[in-house]
């Protein structure tokens, strides 16, 4: 199915959070964006974070029409004072939380593990690792009080997976939020609440192109692809979709990994090296 024809799935799932209030981080652009959208449309209230005011503004005119209202409320994840307001100042909005989308990240600087700064590490786990522990403590507090269960998915990434050379840094701080969700999981099962991550692989987002250079850089890495292409920000907010929602009740402690099947392919298997193993 194309990323854009899914006019028939989303008048199956109309209205399924109605009534719901989600929590989004890192709403003002990409994956968190198309989240914001997405859910809204299904009916939730969604209380989106990032720091860009004018891209907020943005998407709070793009999804006036949804069924759910969306608010924006500014912070910065570097500072732990911020990130302690953000679940408050959304059940004071909305009045309860029911999911959380824990996706803010940054990718830091390209370079060497020898050529890492401290400073580049410290930026890049403040953001992707220390403000989900903390959003994770306010969150699981806030839905254990509520006493109804809950659905929080954490951003990980390919590389909280595996490794690719230059960014030592943000796969540390990917297989950190694995570990995060998996203690989640395992700690509040027993309230109902699930904690997973989506692990995204290449997605065409400002985070991708920040790295990459170019569209044009982009779609050549597409190429490595067992899709042939890489993924859109819509195809993420789908498998959170479905991660808060009752379809994926049995499931947490895991990480649902959307690459288009980078990770499923063995390292330099090309059609010749098939042919060749095929023939041994
Ligand atoms: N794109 C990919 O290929 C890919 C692959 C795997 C994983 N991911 C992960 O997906 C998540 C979303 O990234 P994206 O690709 O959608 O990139 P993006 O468009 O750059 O979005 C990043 C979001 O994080 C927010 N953010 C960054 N630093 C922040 C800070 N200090 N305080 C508050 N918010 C901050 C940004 O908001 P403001 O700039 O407004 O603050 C923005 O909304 C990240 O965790 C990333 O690691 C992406």
Do not use: C
């Not at 408050?88 to 824990?102: E, K, M, W």
Request: aromatic residues 6%; hydrophobic residues 40%.
């Amino acid at each position: 199915m194309s990323p854009t024809n899914r006019s028939l799935g989303i008048s199956k799932t109309q209205g399924i959070f109605d009534g719901k209030v989600a929590l989004i981080t890192g709403g003002t652009s990409g994956i968190g964006a198309a989240t914001v959208k997405r859910v809204s449309n299904l009916g939730a209230n969604v209380f989106f974070t990032g720091r860009r005011v004018g891209e907020a503004k943005k998407l709070i005119r793009e999804t006036k029409h949804n069924a759910g209202k969306v608010v924006f409320f500014p912070s910065d994840l570097r500072d732990r004072a911020d990130v302690e307001k953000i679940v408050p100042a959304a059940v004071a909005t909305f009045g309860r939380l029911d999911f959380a989308f824990n996706n803010a990240g940054v990718s830091g600087p390209t370079g060497l593990l020898t050529e890492q700064s401290e400073q580049s590490f410290d930026l890049v786990f403040a953001v992707n690792v220390k403000a989900v522990f903390l959003l994770l403590q306010n969150e699981l507090r806030q839905m254990v009080a509520q006493d109804s269960g809950g659905s929080i998915v954490n951003t990980s990434s390919v590389g909280g997976i595996l490794a690719a050379p230059g960014s030592a840094p943000y796969v540390a701080s990917k297989h950190a939020v694995l570990g995060l969700t998996k203690s989640a999981a395992v700690e509040y099962g027993k309230y109902g609440i699930r904690v997973n991550a989506v692990s995204p692989g290449a997605i065409r987002t400002e985070l991708l192109l920040s790295v990459f250079g170019s569209h044009e850089a982009l779609d050549q890495l597409g190429s490595v692809h067992p899709l042939s292409r890489i993924g859109s920000p819509e195809e993420i907010a789908e498998s959170v979709v479905w991660l808060f929602s009752d379809s994926s009740s049995y499931f947490t402690g895991q990480s649902l990994v959307v690459d288009g099947g980078l990770t499923a392919q063995r390292p330099g298997a090309t059609p010749l090296t098939i042919a060749r193993d095929s023939a041994a």
